[in-house]
């Protein structure tokens, strides 16, 4: 009998062992690929295991698993299964209801001594989603302005950007990592889609150690990820005022070892306004796919096409009487800019060991671009290839822990660009047709250094190098009288470094100080003076200095949070014009030379406060925010041109045209336990110089915005977010675009881009099933 017993015991001891499995995994953030530190991994309301500081957990499990994996900052993920090895990606959210405690938003990064604000998918759709420019525009020390209705966008970061009124310079714009800026310097958003962007990030100020050309800063766009494990389809329709019409059809799927999405969209838009249309198509693919703990491939392709109609600018006049009409010969002309574009990139992150990682990526990009404006029409095609590659080093001492970075960016931009002549929509004779190749690559190095009692120490340098080529192809025994704008520029190689030191006061609270270098190169429009056949040989890039002082982080249980920031930024070697003149004072042609300098100082704070409530209450969440830019940005004795002649003018000391001194946005969320939700924003737009001299000034303006939702699941398939929004609710004249600096010596110019003259709506429905 006793040995019967004996028996039965150890049998019952091996079928547990042997139903008792080990499984390990690993949780990290799906846009950067961190891990994780301290994500819990639960089951039922019992936390089984927390990561640790590699995101890293082991826990044991019979035959099949039902976990719930939730860590501060992140939406929760829902995992099931029986494999022994899992990978867990986690998206940011500025707030978690699933949460034992709800933070304020997205808590910023305590390490790292620079501004850098993020969006989340929840801010990025706290409107109608389409148009980023409602959303960036809510982040301080940030503008983004738009010459169609849903493309020639402008963005100004801390006072840089704006020495153009077509399209984007001065920043450094990525998506998925491929480069958006081409080698040029030249940003173009209008193929972007909007609405599919999970994660944006803005680092504010020059960060050339890292990332090259661009004295305004860096924008980061990432497209969506899998939400969860499984396959799903979502069916995305919004419809609104003036003919607004978008959906989105996606298709997504995730297990342990991949994770892809693939997206359709089409967007229509008749527009509130004269020749104003909208319409684009676009088509995305995004997928990782885990080889193992060590390595991950990500591929992005896209194909987009869109067109947008032209119907110019209105004058101050017609701006203030809330006019419906265009210039008269973009009219005619039947204007518009038409884009087709693709894009493809691979990058692999490899895991040598726990001090050394790399991280490559490589990429192929191009656009046919058609435009037919006021007086002529261009034809223009592009191809961009490049590749970047960073080796990430980290060290742990017992005191002191080193994080490294090195690496080397390299980008080419082989360009074809026609131009003919347009009058009442008839093509006239070719009157350009240049070849350009450019080129950047960079080196880099950067290092953040921790010491004892919360010191962090960021060193970092770049050598950066520019290479323009230029072929006139009208420079032929056919053209005898043509001027050849032929020519090739290689500027004098620039290193631009950075140093900053973060004191941590607290476990949420740290400051920080620091002083960083950048530059932004002249456009090879700007390097080749035709006139004369001759390369501008003395032209070098504008330059910039920034020195910041700044405070982030939370409080009251990180209920709070709060991002500050004071700058100072002297630029130098602005670009400007110069008159050549013969003996008799004849203005025989003009060159672009370097002249003067600007001076931007500002102040820069948001602040998030969120109040949870008991279950039982009505409400869930109530969040309130509030954001401010103070903006003193002068004229350093920066001139009209480089003549020094009686005609020349001094705007030393005259404020920056086209930056508002005030910007204030503000706003609340509203979660109740229903599903009901409710986001408010509203923007005020202090009056702005729009000219050098300071004689004429855009008004300011307010928005007010608005959308009230309701998100509901209907068993464990079905989830569904229902929801209607107005924008400009308050009816406000108001610009989405002003061009700068035009001269008013004659008749009133036509200057302004119109919104909305009254409140324009919308509504959809988001229908999300789960297999």
């Keep these: 009998m006793k040995t019967f017993a004996t028996w039965l015991l150890i049998t019952a001891i091996s079928l547990r062992c042997y139903a008792q499995q080990s499984l390990q995994g690993k949780v990290y953030d799906v846009y950067t690929q961190m891990p994780v530190n301290g994500a819990a991994i639960t089951t039922a309301g019992k936390v089984l295991a927390v990561t640790d500081a590699t995101g890293r957990f082991s826990i044991n499990y019979n035959n099949r698993y039902e976990l719930t994996v ?54 990025l759709q706290r409107n109608d989603g389409l148009f980023l420019e409602n959303t960036l525009n809510l982040v301080p020390g940030v503008r983004m302005e738009k010459r169609t209705m849903s493309g020639g966008q402008r963005i100004t970061i801390r006072g840089y950007g704006n020495n153009t009124n077509f399209n984007g310079t001065g920043y450094k714009a990525y998506l998925n990592g ?41 924008l980061k766009m990432f497209t969506l990820k899998p939400a969860s494990s499984g396959t799903h389809i979502i069916q995305e329709v919004l419809a609104g005022s003036n003919g607004l019409f978008r959906t989105n059809t996606r298709l997504e799927y995730a297990d342990q070892k991949s994770a892809v999405m693939l997206n359709y969209g089409h967007q229509n838009y008749d527009s509130y306004r004269i020749n104003s249309a909208s319409k684009k198509d676009f088509v995305s693919f995004i997928g990782d796919f885990y080889g193992n703990e060590k390595q991950t491939f990500s591929v992005y392709a896209a194909y987009n096409s869109s067109n947008d109609q032209l119907a110019g600018q209105l004058d101050s006049i017609q701006f ?88 080397a960016e390299y980008q080419k931009t082989n360009s074809f660009k026609k131009s003919y002549g347009l009058a009442d929509n008839i093509p006239g004779p070719i009157s350009g047709d240049l070849e350009l190749a450019t080129m950047q690559y960079s080196i880099f190095t950067q290092w953040e250094i ?12 770049s050598n950066n190098y520019i290479e323009y080529g230029i072929t006139d192809r009208l420079t032929n025994s056919g053209n005898p009288t043509h001027k050849d704008q032929s020519g090739h520029k290689t500027f004098t190689p620039v290193m631009t470094p950075q140093l900053s030191l973060l004191k941590t006061l607290t476990k949420t609270i740290a400051v920080y100080a620091g002083v960083s270098k ?60 110069q008159a050549i003149t013969d003996n008799n004072g004849t203005v025989l042609y003009t060159v672009t030379t370097n002249a003067g300098g600007q001076r931007n100082r500002g102040l820069e704070a948001a602040l998030a406060y969120s109040i949870s409530f008991p279950r039982s209450a009505v409400f869930s969440l109530l969040r309130p925010f509030i954001n401010y830019t103070y903006s003193n940005f002068t004229y350093d004795n920066f001139k009209s041109d480089n003549n020094n002649n009686p005609k020349t003018i001094n705007y030393n000391g005259n404020k920056a045209s086209g930056i508002a001194p005030h910007l204030v946005n503000g706003g609340a969320d509203v979660v109740t336990k229903w599903g009901v939700y409710l986001n408010t924003t509203l923007q005020y737009v202090d009056k702005m110089p729009i000219t050098y001299d300071n004689r004429h000034y855009a008004d300011a303006y307010t928005l007010l915005q608005a959308k009230l939702g309701y998100k509901h699941a209907i068993g464990k398939h079905i989830d569904f977010d229902v929801f209607a929004g107005g924008n400009n609710l308050s009816g406000s004249r108001h610009y989405t675009m002003v061009f700068l600096n035009a001269s008013f010596n004659a008749a009133t110019p036509n200057i302004y881009l119109p919104g909305p003259y009254k409140a324009t709506w919308y509504g959809g429905l988001n229908l999300h099933y789960k297999f």
């Design 70 to 123: 939730t860590a501060a900052g992140y939406g929760p993920q829902s995992i099931h299964g029986n494999s022994k090895e899992l990978m867990i990606g986690l998206t940011a959210v500025i707030y978690n209801l699933d949460a034992v405690t709800v933070h304020a938003g997205a808590t910023p990064n305590l390490s790292g001594s620079k501004s850098v604000a993020l969006l989340t998918r929840q801010e």
């Design 450 to 461: 921790k010491f004892p009692q919360g010191f962090e120490i960021t060193a970092g340098v």
């Design 518 to 577: 950048g530059y932004s190169p002249p456009t090879s429009g700007q390097v080749v003076i035709p006139q004369i056949s001759q390369v501008n040989t003395g032209l070098k890039p504008e330059k910039a200095t920034q020195y910041e002082l700044g405070a982030k982080g939370s409080l009251l249980n990180e209920r709070l949070s709060f991002q500050a920031a004071v700058f100072d930024m002297a630029i130098k070697d602005k670009l400007t014009s």
């Design 320 to 407: 203030a009487q809330k006019k419906d009409t265009g210039e008269v010969p973009y009219l005619k002309n039947h204007g518009y800019v038409a884009f087709e574009t693709y894009r493809t990139g691979l990058s692999h992150n490899y895991t040598f060991s726990k001090h050394v990682s790399n991280l490559t990526s490589a990429y192929f990009s191009g656009y046919k671009q058609s435009q037919a404006f006021a007086v002529g029409l261009s034809s223009n095609t592009a191809q961009n290839i490049g590749a970047r590659t960073a080796f990430a080093l980290n060290f742990t001492g017992n005191t002191i822990t080193w994080n490294g970075t090195i690496g």
């Design 178 to 218: 491929i480069p958006v800026t081409d080698a040029e310097g030249t940003t173009i958003l209008d193929d972007i889609d909007f609405s599919i962007l999970g994660r944006v990030e803005v680092i504010k100020g020059p960060a050339s150690s890292l990332y090259g050309s661009g004295i305004g800063g860096v």
